[in-house]
């Protein structure tokens, strides 16, 4: 059974700071995996997807890697601003289904 | 991108009534929805997906019976949770899927936080 795991669970950091936020998973047959942000009381928005053969996407101050083999994530904000506080998630697709299994999130908040 | 809207963002309701959230695909077909369920400082955890024109498959542990999705267009699905009670009380998010998208990313509605008291 897939297991997905976020550390830290909680992140506090003045503004300007570069953070990573990890992410780890058991099974590596995975099909994709996916970093969503998460406001309080509202929706996912997805912020990358890297396939199972990608090393690592990038979006504006956000990248983000995968290596596979170890069953590992990490997603990097570089000069982070007060509007990045949000639970970011993580999630991987299994292959041969759509179904996504997420982890708990890491609960971000940047300080003015 | 596309847009899945979500309605209601929340509901209180008395135990022993149902409630019926809806979730539509605005600019594209969602040839497949699925439901999520979201605890208090829990991961998102599948409930079932659903298929245009199709029943419903439900995970593990939960019930077809109280959980119930129509997936009737390409562009609508519903969950009734029939006979709520404050243990059914969760934040409950869809998310929609199509063969445009497939193997891309997933667009999710905006939640609905269900309170039962």
């Not at chain 1, 890697?65 to 299994?94: E, F, M, N, W």
């Not at chain 2, 809207?5 to 009534?17: A, L």
């Not at chain 2, 695909?25 to 998102?44: C, E, G, H, I, V």
């Not at chain 2, 409930?47 to 959980?67: C, H, I, L, P, R």
Request: proline share 3%; hydrophobic share 35%; with cysteine.
């Amino acid at each position: 059974k897939q297991e997905v795991t976020q550390i830290p669970a909680a992140l506090s950091v003045p503004e300007g700071e570069n953070l990573v936020l990890n992410c780890s998973f058991t099974d590596s047959a995975i099909y994709n995996l996916q970093w969503f942000r998460q406001d309080p009381g509202k929706g996912l928005t997805s912020l990358l997807l890297i396939q199972s053969s990608q090393r690592e996407q990038t979006s504006g101050r956000l990248n983000a890697s995968l290596d596979k083999s170890s069953g590992r994530s990490t997603l990097y904000i570089a000069a982070s601003q007060p509007g990045d506080s949000a639970t970011y998630l993580c999630a991987v697709c299994q292959g041969g289904s759509e179904k996504l299994v997420f982890g708990k999130g890491t609960k971000l908040t940047v300080n003015p | 991108g596309a847009v899945v809207s979500q309605h209601p963002s929340w509901v209180i309701c008395k135990s022993g009534t149902s409630v019926k959230i809806e979730c539509r695909s605005l600019d594209f077909q969602a040839t497949t929805m699925f439901w999520y369920r979201q605890f208090p400082k829990q991961s998102l955890m599948l409930m079932a997906t659903s298929n245009e024109g199709s029943k419903a498959t439900y995970e593990q542990g939960v019930e077809k019976d109280k959980f119930l999705i129509n997936h009737a267009s390409l562009t609508l699905s519903t969950l009734t949770v029939t006979s709520a009670h404050p243990e059914d009380s969760s934040f409950y998010i869809c998310s929609a899927q199509t063969r445009q998208y497939l193997n891309e990313k997933l667009f999710f509605g905006s939640g609905t936080q269900l309170s039962v008291l």
